[in-house]
Each structure stands twice: as structure tokens, then as C-alpha cells.
């Protein structure tokens, strides 16, 4: 059973479609980083996952629950740190949590000791009884994702908790997050910086314009993306004259008298070093690019051109 399963979840805002038919697998206890640019579809689709939206169409499940039909039980299992508001500034820190605590009918008591350990978590245990209102913006991410967990959720979804936030508020909010898969969690998070989602997913999903244009390990991402269009540089100890290879190539640049690039649809890393030096060449370096994360991010979203 899968921590979040959706099939064909799609919403349409007047027209507006924000999420098309997204089929998503996330495997429990582990971090999910769903990544995109501004507008992608990002908080659409969290929200749908926590019955807070009503899809168009499609389903959604949460650890084999049916969104729609059981949108309490839902409630109950999942926690959610918003991209913006949801605090009260002019309550203290432990109050916040307290009247969040309220939601969930949790015992004074429990609510209390509970919140206690979550600010130690976060690190403002000794600013509990300051207003919220006074906090700086890492301060209020870290106490929203307090918040978020009150209910000691299996799943949480966090919608962009490194917004505004500094280098060390990057990090710290990383750690968090390393923390909480450490205790078993599944953390489903969105972003559209790169390098955040990368340091700290175990899989990632590419999202633009609603629709999930890959999803898996960094690696399965990337072997997915080279399918079809490889790249490999050839160096020779002579000057290197390609017109008449008969090893398939799709196409070819030169970046020098003894090196060039080659572009082909499968590894033919063999065929190459077998031809060449059948021709009299003796070959000194030939590698195959991998592409960067980043590269596959630009040119899936955007469509770039790989160099
Ligand atoms: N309540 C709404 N009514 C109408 N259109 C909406 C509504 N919410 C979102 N949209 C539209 O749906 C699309 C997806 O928006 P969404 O907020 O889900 O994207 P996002 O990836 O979270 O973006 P961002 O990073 O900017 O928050 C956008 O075109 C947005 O304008």
C-alpha cells in the first residue's frame, strides 16, 4: 500500500486546468519532493490530497484511504504546513499549537506535552509564551510545521517550507524534515527550487502546467530522460575524422581536431571504440554524459536545449 496514491486527479478552476490527470505513487516513510515552477499546480494538488479541495475529477487515496469518501479518517492520519498564514500573531507559540490541538479533541493535558516536545523539536521550547507576530519568518515555518504535526500525522504535506527562508533556514528546515522520515513519517513536499528538493528526497516528481512530467529516484529520472538521446565525447590520440562511421549516430559535433561529440539513440560507447580502432585510431578517453538534475528540470519545464 502506498502512503499516497492518486489516480487521474484533475481539477479545473473555471476553465483553468491546474491539475490534469495526475497518477501519482508515493512510498510510505519516505520524502517526496514535488517539484515546479510558480502556477504548476503544486497547492492544488496537496490540497485535493487532503480533502480540502474537491477534484474534478479522479481519486486520491492516503494510506489506502479514499480521500472523498473518508475525508475525516483522512484528516485524522495527515498533517499539513501551509504555504502562507495559518497562525494567530498575536497568540504565544504554545498557544498556537494549543488551539490548533482543538481540531484533533486532544486532552488538555496531552495537547500540552505534546506541544512541548514538538517546540523542542523545532527549537523555540524558550520562545513558547512569545507572540507569533513577533517571530521571523524561519521561526514561523519552523512553528507551522509544529503545527502540522500535532496530531502526530503518518503523512504530511509541506507546500513550500523553505519560502523566505535564509541559507541556515534552509538547512535547519532540511533537518526537520531528515528527522521526521527518521520517525517513520511520509513527507510529500513542494517546491520550485531544485537543489532543496534534491539534498533531501529519496523520489521526485516534475510538475508544470498540471501534468507530472516524470516521477521517481534522481536516477530513475535521469535514465528515463536519456532514453533515446545519448551523448558521448570521443577523444583520439590522432586527428579524428568522422564522415563514413557507420556506427549509428543520430548526429555529431566537433570540439576539436582530436575530440568530437556524438549524439545516438542507445550507449554506443563499444561500437564506437571497436570502429575506430578498426580505422587505425587509438582511442584515448570516451564517456558517456549524465545529465544533471538541473538539466532535466529546464529542459522537461522549459524545453531547453542540452549543451
Ligand atoms: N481557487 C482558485 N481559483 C481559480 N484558479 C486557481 C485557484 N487556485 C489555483 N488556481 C490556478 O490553478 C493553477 C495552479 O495553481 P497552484 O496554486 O496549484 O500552483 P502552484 O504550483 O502551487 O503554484 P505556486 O508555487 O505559485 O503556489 C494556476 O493557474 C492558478 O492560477
Avoid: C
Avoid at 11 to 30: E, P, Q, S
Avoid at 208 to 214: C, D
Avoid at 245 to 271: C, M
Amino acid at each position: 500500500m502506498y502512503a499516497i496514491e492518486t489516480e487521474n486527479l484533475t481539477k479545473v478552476y473555471n476553465g483553468t486546468v491546474a491539475v490534469d490527470h495526475l497518477n501519482l505513487k508515493v512510498k510510505k516513510g519516505t520524502v517526496y519532493g514535488f517539484l515546479g515552477p510558480n502556477g504548476a499546480g503544486k497547492t492544488t494538488t496537496i490540497l485535493m490530497l487532503l480533502g480540502l479541495v474537491e477534484p474534478t475529477e479522479g481519486t486520491a487515496y492516503i494510506a489506502g484511504i479514499n480521500v472523498m469518501e473518508k475525508p475525516v479518517e483522512v484528516k485524522r492520519i495527515t498533517g499539513f504546513m501551509p504555504a502562507e498564514g495559518g497562525l494567530y500573531p498575536n497568540m504565544s507559540a504554545l498557544d498556537n499549537l494549543l488551539y490548533f490541538s482543538k481540531f484533533y479533541r486532544m486532552p488538555r493535558n496531552e495537547a500540552e506535552k505534546r506541544a512541548k516536545e514538538l517546540l523542542d523539536l523545532v527549537g523555540l521550547r524558550e520562545v513558547a509564551n512569545k507572540k507569533a507576530g513577533e517571530f521571523s519568518t524561519g521561526m514561523k515555518q519552523r512553528l507551522l510545521l509544529a503545527q502540522a504535526l500535532i496530531n502526530d500525522p503518518e503523512v504530511l504535506f509541506l507546500d513550500e517550507p523553505t519560502n523566505g527562508l535564509d541559507p541556515r533556514g534552509v538547512i535547519e528546515m532540511r533537518e526537520l524534515i531528515r528527522e521526521l522520515k527518521k520517525d517513520g513519517k511520509t513527507v510529500f513536499f513542494s517546491s520550485h527550487i531544485l537543489p532543496e528538493v534534491e539534498e533531501v528526497s529519496d523520489e521526485i516528481g516534475i510538475i508544470s502546467r498540471g501534468k507530472l512530467l516524470a516521477s521517481g529516484s534522481q536516477e530513475e529520472i535521469k535514465r528515463k530522460f536519456i532514453e533515446g538521446r545519448v551523448v558521448i565525447t570521443v577523444e583520439t590520440k590522432q586527428p579524428l575524422e568522422i564522415s563514413g562511421l557507420s556506427t549509428e549516430v543520430t548526429d555529431w559535433h566537433r570540439e576539436g581536431p582530436n575530440r568530437i561529440t556524438v549524439y545516438a539513440s542507445r550507449d554506443v560507447r563499444e561500437d564506437l571504440i571497436r570502429e575506430l580502432t578498426g580505422m587505425g585510431y587509438t582511442v584515448t578517453d570516451i564517456h558517456l554524459h549524465e545529465p544533471t538534475l538541473e538539466e532535466v528540470f529546464l529542459e522537461l519545464v522549459y524545453g531547453r536545449e542540452r549543451e
